[in-house]
């Protein structure tokens, strides 16, 4: 891996790695979204490793931006399809460790406050939806319209669960969740553009 890298983290409960896709949620600072990667199949792994270790990945304000516009070798788009397979969880600031290197890490929450000082804001306006100039702002519109249902569906994945059933009941109401929205997408974009039935 590169010298230092933005986006690498690791849940400290667990120390398990991760990568974070979105260090703060609009309207949400104390919460992030993030992709744990020690049990993704290779292709995804892969892929995803090679696009934080790009110049793409790296010059990203958060690195959704990059998975918006990176396509997984299946042809999937990196972002969307994480989020329908269940992969964006979501996590406190405090409870991610931020890994820019093997021997250096800073809480997640800690690295926001910094990152609002430097840019005299405060730690709530610093979602894409958050930035006031017009640039960052047309931006932020542009991204955050494909992400926008991403973030607003995911639910907070408890550390652990107590059972397996418990776990298996939380994935099968988090896909309940997906299917709903999957079907009112399709609605949408009937009303549209209605499909051409083959005569």
């Keep these: 891996m590169a010298q230092e890298l933005k986006h690498v983290g690791r849940v400290k409960a667990t120390n398990k790695k991760c990568l974070v896709a979105y260090r703060t949620l609009p309207g949400d600072a104390h919460h992030c ?22 110049a793409a990945g790296q010059e990203a304000y958060e690195f959704a931006e990059a998975l ?3 396509q997984f070798p299946d042809g999937a788009r990196m972002l969307p ?12 600031t405090s409870e991610i460790e931020m890994t820019p290197t093997t ?22 306006d610093l979602s894409l939806k958050g930035d ?11 991204e955050s319209k494909p992400t926008a249902e991403v973030i607003s569906t995911v639910e907070a994945t408890p550390t652990t669960f107590d059972s397996p059933d418990a776990e298996a009941k939380f994935y099968r109401s988090q896909a309940d969740k997906l299917a709903k929205e999957a079907a009112a997408f399709r609605r949408k974009a009937e009303e549209l553009v209605p499909t051409k039935k083959v005569k």
């Design 68 to 70: 918006d516009r990176t």
């Design 33 to 54: 979204l993030i992709i744990p990667t020690e049990n993704l199949p290779d292709l995804y792994h892969d892929a995803l490793i090679n696009l934080v270790e790009s």
């Design 103 to 124: 021997n250096m890490s800073i809480q997640l929450s800690e690295l926001n406050q910094i990152i609002a000082e430097q840019r005299g804001v405060a730690v709530d």
């Design 81 to 92: 399809a994480l989020h329908a397979s269940g992969r964006l969880i979501k996590a406190t």
């Design 132 to 142: 006031t100039s017009a640039e960052k702002t047309t931006v932020a519109e542009t």
